[in-house]
C-alpha cells in the first residue's frame, strides 16, 4: 500500500523559509514523478513543483527562484525548500507520487506565512 507522510509545515514570516519533506513507502518511486502541491482556503489545488527521475524539475511561476524541489530515491524522500516566502504562499501543501494512471497524495502539511 502506498503512502505518503508530509512533515516540516509551519508559521513563518515573510521573508521566511521553510523546509517541507515527504517520505514515500510501498513502492520504489524512483520512477515516478514526484512532486507538491497546494492548496489555499477557497482556491483550487495547484502545481507547486513536480521532478521526474533525471530530468529537470518543474515549478509554477509564481515559485520560481525562490523554491527547490529535491529528491532522494534511495529513500523514497521529495522535499520542497522554500525560501523568501510571501503572503500568498499560505496554504495546505501536498506530496503527490504518480505513474501511468495511478496518483497518490499525502495527507498536507499547513503553511502559513503571517507577520
Known amino acids: 500500500q502506498v503512502q505518503l507522510v508530509e512533515s516540516g509545515g509551519g508559521l513563518v514570516q515573510p521573508g521566511g523559509s521553510l523546509r517541507l519533506s515527504c517520505a514515500g513507502s510501498?513502492?520504489?518511486?524512483?520512477?515516478?514523478?514526484m512532486g507538491w502541491y497546494r492548496q489555499a482556503p477557497g482556491k483550487q489545488r495547484e502545481l507547486v513543483a513536480t521532478?521526474?527521475?533525471?530530468?529537470?524539475?518543474n515549478y509554477a511561476d509564481s515559485v520560481k527562484g525562490r523554491f527547490t524541489i529535491s529528491r532522494d530515491n534511495a529513500k523514497n524522500t521529495v522535499s520542497l525548500q522554500m525560501n523568501s516566502l510571501k503572503l500568498e504562499d499560505t496554504a495546505v501543501y501536498y506530496c503527490?507520487?504518480?505513474?501511468?494512471?495511478?496518483?497518490?497524495w499525502g495527507q498536507g502539511a499547513q503553511v502559513t506565512v503571517s507577520s
Open positions: 521532478t521526474f527521475r533525471g530530468g529537470l524539475p
Open positions: 510501498g513502492s520504489d518511486f524512483s520512477v515516478w514523478r
Open positions: 503527490n507520487a504518480a505513474i501511468g494512471f495511478m496518483s497518490y
